[in-house]
């Protein structure tokens, strides 16, 4: 995908993370790793960071070079996806307390990501 189409899934998964309910938390954790992951691939597309044809799929399936190297062009960014991404198994796939929590820690790093991506990386 190019940057523009990143944005444009960022932006579509975002708008349906504003419906859902306050007890909808596995949804909004999943909607912010979703969105999440475009923004962060727009971000890095636009800085020529990685190429359109090799996107960033989930931090956890990247190589731990490849994970430093992405951290050196905007490691706040790296870090949110893979902070998110840690939420999904034991809030997503599992039933541990403190799900309300956790997704809003999910939509606050969403921020994160959104802001680092619009800001221009």
């Given at each position: 995908?190019?940057?523009e189409q990143h944005i444009a899934a960022a932006t579509r998964i975002e708008h349906s993370l504003q419906k859902c309910r306050t007890e909808d938390v596995e949804m909004q954790i999943e909607a912010a790793m979703l969105a999440?992951?475009?923004?962060?691939?727009?971000?890095l597309h636009r800085m020529g960071v990685t190429q359109?044809?090799?996107d960033?799929?989930?931090t956890y399936l990247l190589?731990?070079?490849?994970?430093?190297?992405l951290c050196v062009a905007n490691e706040q960014m790296v870090r949110a996806l893979s902070e998110i991404e840690d939420l999904r198994p034991p809030f997503v796939r599992g039933n541990w307390p403190g799900a309300q929590a956790a997704a809003d820690r999910a939509r606050g790093l969403l921020s994160?990501?959104?802001?680092?991506?619009?800001?221009g990386g």
């Open positions: 995908m190019n940057t999440g992951t475009h923004w962060l691939n727009a971000a359109p044809a090799k960033v799929f989930h190589t731990v070079n490849e994970y430093r190297r994160v990501i959104r802001r680092g991506a619009t800001v």
